[in-house]
């Protein structure tokens, strides 16, 4: 537009044949001033000035940087931040003293920080630490338990609730306490219902791990999965990431179903957490159609607890400072180059192995083997 307007033709006539407005021709012409065509610097610029016009004077910035300088030199303390140099600059005292956050600031300018900048990285994907469900081959039910929950007349109440991973399929079931024996249960129905995920996963509540106090312990529900070929998981004991979506869903059902109505029955509330969850489940109907293919539930069955044990358990361990992890009521050391370090360890009860991996959030494709160890459970018979 500039060269048209050059070689004669009015700014009006190129602005109607261009489409732009006149201003905008007439904002180009003034840019390029007599200059050539090539010479002229037609790179945007910022509006407004191009410097501050609050921003400290040059003279005080100068001075911040020297004093910084000479702290970080000659400080007994060892200290050269912004409130130090301030501390500093007071003593001396300076007649115009710059705030903390001011100070901050032109050190941040001038790139003399120290500290880094925590880097946020992406979160994993879901269920990143088994690689099937990460990949979305496989589905993942997750299921807890509230407690502490209390209804007219003082009597307890218990729910045990579940999430799917990738379908988001809810449940909750109200009871006055929860137990392993009701637990498999809600279990049946539920998986009857929907059919059968690829894994369970649970906390190492002795609801559905068993007993804490004798080593090798399978427990009930535990042993449920097994027998539906189902692979249970248990989390890292006292770290809730794992369970987080569980724990989001526990926190919906007490805010629109527990708090929201006054109860003076259990009966009561189970009709009203039945109406959440189906309508809840209906909203998310087409989330759970495109989740991973479930198993159909196997017609006749019934749980024989004392069958032999076949398949896998998987545990979510964190090893400690000396690279050893505790899980069945045994230690187990898995590598002194991985202290405190997230482990995936897969009992095979066929083969009689635990396999360990190692897992990071960082890099959660990178799950290499770091040992086996031979451990084969105890033939005896379950009491639970």
């Not at 600031?105 to 690689?131: E, F, K, M, N, Q």
């Amino acid at each position: 537009m500039v060269e048209a307007v050059r070689a004669g033709r009015s700014q009006r006539g190129v602005a109607r044949e261009l489409g732009v407005r006149l201003g905008t021709v007439q904002y180009w012409v003034g840019r390029a001033g007599g200059e050539r065509l090539d010479d002229v610097d037609w790179a945007d610029r910022l509006r407004g000035a191009r410097r501050a016009a609050n921003r400290t004077d040059g003279a005080t910035e100068d001075m911040v940087l020297s004093v910084r300088q000479y702290l970080s030199e000659y400080s007994a303390l060892g200290e050269w931040g912004a409130e130090a140099i301030r501390r500093e600059l007071v003593e001396r005292a300076e007649a115009s003293v710059p705030s903390v956050r001011t100070i901050g600031r032109i050190l941040d300018r001038s790139g003399v920080l120290d500290g880094r900048r925590r880097l946020r990285r992406p979160a994993p994907p879901r269920g990143w630490y088994v690689p099937e469900v990460a990949r979305g081959e496989a589905e993942l039910d997750a299921f807890d338990t509230i407690e502490g929950l209390v209804i007219e007349g003082g009597r307890s109440v218990e729910v045990l609730t579940g999430m799917s991973l990738h379908g988001g399929l809810p449940a909750a079931w109200p009871e006055g306490q929860i137990s392993a024996k009701n637990a498999v249960q809600r279990l049946v129905w539920h998986w009857r219902e929907f059919g059968l995920p690829a894994y369970a996963q649970f906390d190492n509540d002795t609801v559905f791990q068993g007993a804490h106090q004798f080593p090798d312990t399978v427990g009930r529900v535990a042993r449920l999965c097994l027998a539906l070929e189902v692979v249970p998981i248990f989390t890292v004991p006292r770290e809730h990431g794992f369970q987080n979506p569980l724990e989001s869903f526990n926190g919906r059902w007490q805010a629109k179903v527990w708090r929201r109505w006054h109860y003076g029955s259990r009966t009561e509330l189970r009709r009203r957490s039945v109406a959440y969850i189906g309508a809840l489940r209906t909203r998310s109907a087409a989330r759970i159609d495109a989740a991973p293919d479930r198993r159909a539930f196997p017609d006749p069955w019934r749980l024989n607890l004392k069958a032999p044990l076949h398949g896998r358990i998987l545990y979510l361990r964190r090893t400690d400072d000396r690279g050893c992890l505790d899980m069945l009521g045994h230690r187990f050391p898995v590598d002194p180059q991985w202290p405190g370090r997230l482990v995936r360890a897969e009992l095979d009860l066929d083969a009689g192995l635990i396999r360990l991996f190692a897992l990071r959030r960082r890099d959660p494709t990178h799950q290499p083997l770091l040992k086996e160890i031979a451990h084969v459970l105890p033939n005896r018979p379950f009491r639970g």
